[in-house]
Protein backbone atom coordinates (compact mmCIF):
# COMPACT_ATOMS: atom_id res chain seq x y z
CA UNK A 1 0.00 0.00 0.00
CA UNK A 2 1.24 3.31 -1.10
CA UNK A 3 -0.11 6.37 0.29
CA UNK A 4 0.58 9.98 -0.94
CA UNK A 5 -0.59 13.02 1.87
CA UNK A 6 -1.23 16.41 0.50
CA UNK A 7 -3.31 19.47 1.05
CA UNK A 8 -0.48 21.26 3.68
CA UNK A 9 0.82 24.94 3.62
CA UNK A 10 1.08 28.39 5.02
CA UNK A 11 -2.29 29.40 7.24
CA UNK A 12 -2.67 32.12 9.01
CA UNK A 13 -3.80 31.31 12.91
CA UNK A 14 -7.96 30.41 12.99
CA UNK A 15 -7.44 29.46 9.55
CA UNK A 16 -8.71 26.23 7.45
CA UNK A 17 -6.71 23.69 5.90
CA UNK A 18 -7.73 20.16 4.53
CA UNK A 19 -5.18 17.44 3.88
CA UNK A 20 -5.63 14.14 2.02
CA UNK A 21 -4.30 10.94 2.16
CA UNK A 22 -4.62 8.88 -1.02
CA UNK A 23 -4.12 5.03 -1.25
CA UNK A 24 -3.17 3.13 -4.09
CA UNK A 25 -1.75 -0.46 -4.76
CA UNK A 26 -3.22 -3.28 -3.01
CA UNK A 27 -5.48 -1.86 -0.46
CA UNK A 28 -7.12 -4.45 1.77
CA UNK A 29 -10.84 -3.48 2.22
CA UNK A 30 -10.68 -3.10 6.15
CA UNK A 31 -7.83 -0.73 7.25
CA UNK A 32 -7.51 2.21 9.27
CA UNK A 33 -5.77 5.32 8.73
CA UNK A 34 -4.54 7.39 11.25
CA UNK A 35 -2.85 11.13 11.07
CA UNK A 36 0.04 11.91 12.94
CA UNK A 37 2.25 14.79 13.55
CA UNK A 38 5.65 16.05 14.31
CA UNK A 39 6.47 19.48 15.38
CA UNK A 40 10.27 20.53 15.31
CA UNK A 41 12.45 18.96 18.09
CA UNK A 42 8.84 17.08 18.97
CA UNK A 43 8.34 13.30 19.18
CA UNK A 44 5.55 12.20 16.46
CA UNK A 45 2.30 12.78 18.39
CA UNK A 46 -1.69 11.39 17.25
CA UNK A 47 -3.90 13.50 15.88
CA UNK A 48 -6.84 11.42 14.74
CA UNK A 49 -7.78 7.86 13.25
CA UNK A 50 -10.97 6.40 10.64
CA UNK A 51 -11.75 2.79 10.82
CA UNK A 52 -13.16 1.69 7.57
CA UNK A 53 -16.32 1.78 8.63
CA UNK A 54 -16.21 5.11 10.21
CA UNK A 55 -15.33 5.11 13.91
CA UNK A 56 -13.43 8.29 14.51
CA UNK A 57 -10.63 9.09 17.04
CA UNK A 58 -9.13 12.23 17.91
CA UNK A 59 -6.79 13.58 20.33
CA UNK A 60 -7.72 16.24 22.97
CA UNK A 61 -5.84 19.01 21.34
CA UNK A 62 -7.99 18.76 18.24
CA UNK A 63 -11.49 17.39 19.03
CA UNK A 64 -13.70 20.10 17.64
CA UNK A 65 -11.40 21.74 15.66
CA UNK A 66 -10.66 18.46 13.52
CA UNK A 67 -12.61 16.41 11.32
CA UNK A 68 -11.28 13.09 10.08
CA UNK A 69 -13.67 11.38 7.25
CA UNK A 70 -12.90 8.67 4.09
CA UNK A 71 -13.98 8.16 0.99
CA UNK A 72 -13.88 4.59 0.60
CA UNK A 73 -14.42 4.43 -3.25
CA UNK A 74 -11.56 6.61 -3.57
CA UNK A 75 -9.56 4.92 -1.19
CA UNK A 76 -9.04 8.42 -0.20
CA UNK A 77 -9.00 9.93 3.95
CA UNK A 78 -9.32 13.55 4.29
CA UNK A 79 -8.23 16.02 7.45
CA UNK A 80 -10.77 18.75 7.64
CA UNK A 81 -8.63 21.57 10.28
CA UNK A 82 -9.86 24.23 11.40
CA UNK A 83 -9.22 27.16 14.24
CA UNK A 84 -6.10 26.19 13.37
CA UNK A 85 -3.39 27.23 15.94
CA UNK A 86 0.58 28.39 15.72
CA UNK A 87 0.87 25.01 17.83
CA UNK A 88 -0.88 22.82 15.06
CA UNK A 89 2.53 23.47 12.85
CA UNK A 90 3.83 19.90 11.56
CA UNK A 91 4.90 17.85 9.60
CA UNK A 92 1.59 15.79 8.92
CA UNK A 93 1.70 12.11 8.37
CA UNK A 94 -0.95 9.60 7.42
CA UNK A 95 -0.39 6.20 7.99
CA UNK A 96 -2.85 2.69 7.34
CA UNK A 97 -3.17 -0.39 9.54
CA UNK A 98 -4.43 -3.50 7.51
CA UNK A 99 -6.70 -5.32 9.70
CA UNK A 100 -7.88 -4.93 12.93
CA UNK A 101 -6.59 -2.55 15.78
CA UNK A 102 -7.66 -2.38 18.85
CA UNK A 103 -9.02 1.35 20.09
CA UNK A 104 -6.33 0.95 23.05
CA UNK A 105 -3.58 0.39 19.95
CA UNK A 106 -4.73 3.10 17.29
CA UNK A 107 -3.20 5.63 18.63
CA UNK A 108 -0.16 4.78 18.73
CA UNK A 109 2.34 4.91 15.63
CA UNK A 110 3.46 1.40 16.29
CA UNK A 111 0.01 0.27 15.25
CA UNK A 112 0.83 1.00 11.53
CA UNK A 113 2.08 -0.70 8.68
CA UNK A 114 1.82 2.11 6.03
CA UNK A 115 3.08 5.29 6.53
CA UNK A 116 2.98 8.44 3.62
CA UNK A 117 5.21 11.04 3.46
CA UNK A 118 4.32 14.02 4.95
CA UNK A 119 2.92 17.43 4.63
CA UNK A 120 3.85 20.37 6.30
CA UNK A 121 1.41 22.70 7.59
CA UNK A 122 2.66 26.00 9.04
CA UNK A 123 0.23 27.97 11.21
CA UNK A 124 1.08 31.73 11.55
CA UNK A 125 0.28 33.93 14.72
Known amino acids: VQLQASGGGLVQAAGSLRLSCAASGRTESDYTVGWFRQAPGKEREFVAAIRWRGSTYYADSVKGRFTISRDNVKNTVYLQMNSLKPEDTAVYYC????????????????????WGQGTLVTVSS
Open 95 to 114: AARALYVSSGSIYYASSYNY
